[in-house]
């Protein structure tokens, strides 16, 4: 078994380059299915979701190499038209092979897809869209067969704007001769790459970004090369890292606008942030102020991903921090291994009350899922004494090289073999 060994109170300091982002990564690699020819996708980060899907796309029958962080794609004449289980339940997002798989193939086999733990997470939006565009869906024991003589386009209203819904419909509809129309749709950067990158790969798609995406399908999509948007989530994560340490960080190859949502929470909190093109500067106090109210929403709110990092670094703020999570219900898992370490949350069905203490303790902590596994690094960064975290899968999901990049930026961390 792996475990990262960090000996905190070590303050971080010099840059770090954002990744690409994986949730805008994983819907790609998924579209590529739909792809004639060869796509080439740059900035396409390290991560085992990413191997994941690069798996399921070789079963299904692509052709897939990769050359550090540039993955290329040659689609096959004769695709499978299922998943096996164990490839399904290593991550939920392979459920957005769903939709290219009935596009191209007017049917799909798949399990029901595995994922954080965050509480249930349904599909019943996906499915429910795709039963509106003339697909039939059927569910038993845990697999859903989906099977459409012509994918027929409609109007559709989404009863939340679901970020894997609404990629799951474009995909679906990309393809063939109809217009269809995705109403409250999700508004993330991630479905405005996708949006991007399908374009480019001659689609005919607009309004992503808004309440309204329109789809007029074209016939074929070819290939393209595209370099993957930079990860937000990543550098949120590292700037409560930064802001956790006390300490003074640039974190480049970020988009300043999709910062943006996170950034009043570290003004309040007391930290300096100075945006440059692409790049922030981050500098802490010695001893961070509460946030008074941190509510998730979706894009342009609070992104529910960077929630846990920011509880970790609030649990050594000076007064009572109010963190509110409106997107899943099992987002607080880690907050009784904070609670290990010193840290006093207490959890009132979806708020997080956490009352400051003055330090962190080294502890031996498990990850309970990604952004969890995230938040106990930032504690374990800042704590007093020598902290061990097992449960690595959680956050080898989604932080490319975590202990190389904090070693460089002056951590005391390094990944060990029991
Ligand atoms: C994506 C992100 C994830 C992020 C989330 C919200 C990827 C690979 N993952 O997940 O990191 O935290 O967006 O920004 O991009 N829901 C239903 N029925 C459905 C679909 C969703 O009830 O059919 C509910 C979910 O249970 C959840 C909420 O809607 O409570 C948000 O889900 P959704 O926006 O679909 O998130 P994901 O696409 O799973």
Not at 176 to 195: D, S, V, Y
Not at 231 to 259: P, Q, V
Request: aromatic share 4%; charged share 25%; hydrophobic share 40%.
């Amino acid at each position: 078994m792996e475990r990262l060994v960090i000996n905190g109170k070590r303050p971080l300091s010099g840059e770090i380059k954002i990744h690409g982002a994986k949730n805008a990564a994983l819907p790609i690699l998924c579209a590529c299915i739909l792809c004639d020819e060869k796509v080439i996708l740059h900035n396409c980060p390290k991560l085992s979701d990413i191997d994941n899907t690069i798996e399921i796309l070789r079963y299904l029958g692509c052709k897939v190499s990769r050359d550090e962080d540039t993955v290329e794609i040659s689609n096959s004449d004769c695709l499978k038209d299922n998943i096996p289980r164990d490839l399904m339940n290593k991550m939920r997002s392979s459920i957005i092979f769903l939709g290219p798989l009935i596009a191209k193939l007017g049917k799909a086999n798949l399990c029901l897809p595995g994922g954080c733990e965050l509480g249930p997470r349904p599909i019943d939006i996906h499915l429910k869209s795709f039963e509106k565009l003339n697909i039939d869906v059927f569910e038993h024991r845990g697999s859903i067969d989906c099977k459409t003589d012509k994918i027929k386009g409609t109007s559709i209203n989404l009863p939340f704007p679901s970020v894997g819904a609404t990629e799951n419909i474009m995909l679906a509809t990309v393809l063939g001769n109809t217009k269809t129309l995705i109403h409250n749709a999700a508004r993330e950067p991630e479905i405005i790459e996708l949006q991007n990158f399908l374009n480019k790969c001659g689609a005919d798609i607009s309004g992503a970004g808004e309440n309204c995406i329109i789809i007029n399908a074209v016939k074929k999509l070819h290939g393209c090369e595209h370099s993957i948007l930079p990860d937000r989530i990543e550098a949120s994560t590292y700037m409560s890292f930064a802001a956790a340490t006390g300490s003074s960080l640039t974190i480049k190859n970020i988009c300043n606008e999709h910062i943006e949502p996170v950034v009043f929470a570290f003004r309040e909190a007391g930290c300096d942030m100075n945006f440059k093109e692409n790049e922030l500067t981050i500098c802490a106090p010695k001893r961070l102020k509460r946030i008074m109210h941190i509510k998730t929403l979706v894009y342009p709110g609070f992104p529910t991903d960077s929630g846990m990092p920011i509880i970790a670094m609030s649990c050594i703020a000076e007064g009572t921090t109010i963190f509110e999570e409106t997107i899943f219900q099992n987002r607080y898992n880690a907050t009784a291994e904070l609670n290990k370490m010193g840290a006093n949350i207490k959890i009132y069905d979806r708020i997080a009350v956490i009352e400051g203490v003055k330090s962190f303790y080294g502890a031996d902590v498990e990850a309970t899922d990604l952004r969890g596994g995230a938040a106990l690094v930032c504690a374990g960064l800042a704590a007093q004494g020598t902290t061990n975290i097992t449960q690595l899968q959680h956050i080898d999901r989604g932080y490319e090289n975590i202990e190389h990049n904090l070693s460089l930026l002056g951590a005391d961390i390094k990944r060990e073999k029991n």
